[in-house]
């Protein structure tokens, strides 16, 4: 069985950092793109970061380049997104999520959601 | 960017109708293109990929279509349970993208 499960989410001052962390089980981690997707409350989904199965390419939304990073350690089967200079429109609850894109042909989406952690700036 | 555009806002129905919910890209995402629905307190959950193709497990009362900038996600009969929020997302070119969701409620 597939799960993701993510931690970290607390609340912290604008200006501050945090690390989220999402732990996996149940597929080869190596073998997908993960990515983040975060909700803010009562809004709608927004993609974050994705990063390349062995870490080799990262993409960002635009309001978080510069400030996060994503990363993941293959050993651990783990994903992680630093998130530095925390503004107050960053809060929402962030999604670790499995990416089905490239793993055989026509495949693609979102296939696998954690039950996310919630992130909130606020002074 | 590629803005994703779902339209209507919200649909209000009763069990057994059918629903046609509709999304449009600002340019060609081809058919890189899925639908999702997340319930309340609940995270989304993959319903098409590749514009048409069903998700694992999915009911056959859910079919899209489309390719290119015009989509649609039709549930054939509505159930109980299909009371949801439906969000369009392309993965034709970085940065990926989310519509802005189309809730479906009870009339």
């Known amino acids: 069985e597939v799960q993701l499960v993510e931690s970290g989410g607390a609340l912290v001052q604008p200006g501050e950092s945090l690390r989220l962390s999402c732990v996996t089980s149940?597929?080869?981690?190596?073998?997908?793109?993960m990515t983040w997707v975060r909700q803010a409350p009562g809004k709608g989904l927004e993609w974050v970061a994705n990063?390349?199965?062995?870490?080799?390419?990262?993409y960002y939304m635009d309001s978080v380049k510069g400030r996060f990073i994503v990363s993941r350690d293959n050993a651990k089967n783990s994903l992680s997104l630093q998130m530095n200079n925390l503004r107050v429109e960053d809060t929402a609850v962030y999604f670790c999520?499995?990416?089905?894109?490239?793993?055989?042909?026509?495949?693609?989406?979102?296939?696998?959601w954690g039950q996310g952690t919630l992130v909130t700036v606020s002074s | 960017e590629v803005v994703m555009t779902q339209s209507p806002a919200t649909l209000s129905v009763s069990p057994g109708e059918r629903v046609d919910l509709f999304c449009r890209a600002s340019?060609?995402?081809?058919?890189?293109l899925a639908w999702y629905q997340q319930k309340p307190g609940q995270s989304p959950r993959l319903l098409i990929y590749?514009?048409?193709t069903r998700a694992t497990g999915i009911p056959a009362r859910f079919s899209g279509g489309g390719s290119g900038i015009e989509f649609i996600l039709t549930i054939s009969s509505l159930q109980p349970e299909d009371f949801a929020v439906y969000y369009c997302?392309?993965?034709?070119?970085?940065?990926?993208?989310f519509g802005q969701g189309t809730k479906v409620e009870v009339k």
């Open positions: 340019q060609n995402v081809n058919s890189y």
């Open positions: 999520v499995r990416d089905s894109w490239g793993r055989y042909y026509g495949s693609g989406g979102f296939d696998y």
């Open positions: 997302h392309h993965y034709n070119k970085w940065p990926r993208t």
């Open positions: 149940g597929f080869t981690f190596s073998n997908y793109w």
């Open positions: 590749g514009a048409s």
């Open positions: 990063i390349k199965g062995d870490g080799s390419e990262k």
